[in-house]
């Protein structure tokens, strides 16, 4: 069982920026990802970024490309979404989630979840 706490959410105006944190209460394989996801009032839960514990390469919703970083810190078994050049459709709230296996994009595939973070961007 994988316990996540994310941490780092706000209210931030329109270009400004937050870091997300996600911290898991065991280490993880280098087998597993996490990622972070968003939902907002209305809206279905999705995709944002994802990695993998054991290294490769990153994965970015289109709307986020180019804006959010997502980093990972094995050390500290945590994993972290730093989030620039915010907008107001960018207001969510931001889940992380861990699956064993690569990285996908469907919210039902990932197996622990946090409790999820509000993050507020206003214009």
């Known amino acids: 069982q994988v316990q996540l706490v994310e941490s780092g959410g706000g209210f931030v105006q329109a270009g400004g920026s937050l870091r997300l944190s996600c911290a898991a209460s065991?280490?993880?394989?280098?087998?597993?990802?996490t990622g972070w996801f968003r939902q907002a009032p209305g809206k279905e839960r999705e995709f944002v970024a994802g990695v993998r514990w054991g290294g490769g390469p990153t994965s970015y919703a289109d709307s986020v490309k180019g804006r959010f970083t997502i980093s990972r810190d094995n050390a500290k078994n945590t994993v972290y979404l730093q989030m620039n050049s915010l907008k107001p459709e960018d207001t969510a709230v931001y889940y992380c989630?861990?699956?064993?296996?690569?990285?996908?994009?469907?919210?039902?595939?990932?197996?622990?979840w946090g409790q999820g973070t509000q993050v507020t961007v206003s214009s």
């Open positions: 989630a861990v699956r064993a296996g690569p990285i996908v994009l469907t919210t039902t595939s990932w197996n622990f």
């Open positions: 065991v280490r993880t394989y280098g087998s597993y990802a």
